[in-house]
């Protein structure tokens, strides 16, 4: 059973930067695509940025410029490094792999 976990979520002033690290234990993670969703309160899970095996990014609009996804095969983890964070940032960041496996989550929120 392949299993997700995040780490690196926490409290971060507006404007601070925070790096969240998803590893994937088993199954071969170089073969696969991996995301990062979040979801606030009240509101449905959305994606904010994924990866694929050949390292082609893509961005929700509302963080292009500031986060930047990123992977290492050689340690089967996927990075998302987020910068100039805004309170509109703050939710629970999943990490999916493989378009099927999810992780719990970890929380990230911005407020001074």
């Known amino acids: 059973q392949v299993q997700v976990v995040e780490s690196g979520g926490g409290l971060v002033q507006p404007g601070g930067s925070l790096r969240l690290s998803c590893t994937v234990s088993?199954?071969?993670?170089?073969?696969?695509?991996m995301a990062w969703y979040r979801q606030a309160p009240g509101r449905q899970r959305e994606l904010v940025a994924s990866?694929?095996?050949?390292?082609?990014?893509n961005y929700v609009d509302s963080v292009k410029g500031r986060f930047t996804i990123s992977r290492d095969n050689t340690k089967n983890t996927v990075y998302l490094q987020m910068n100039s964070l805004k309170p509109e940032d703050t939710a629970v960041y999943y990490c999916?792999?493989?378009?099927?496996?999810w992780g719990r989550g970890t929380q990230v929120t911005v407020s001074s």
């Open positions: 990866i694929t095996s050949g390292h082609n990014t």
């Open positions: 999916k792999a493989a378009a099927t496996f």
């Open positions: 088993r199954g071969t993670f170089a073969l696969y695509g």
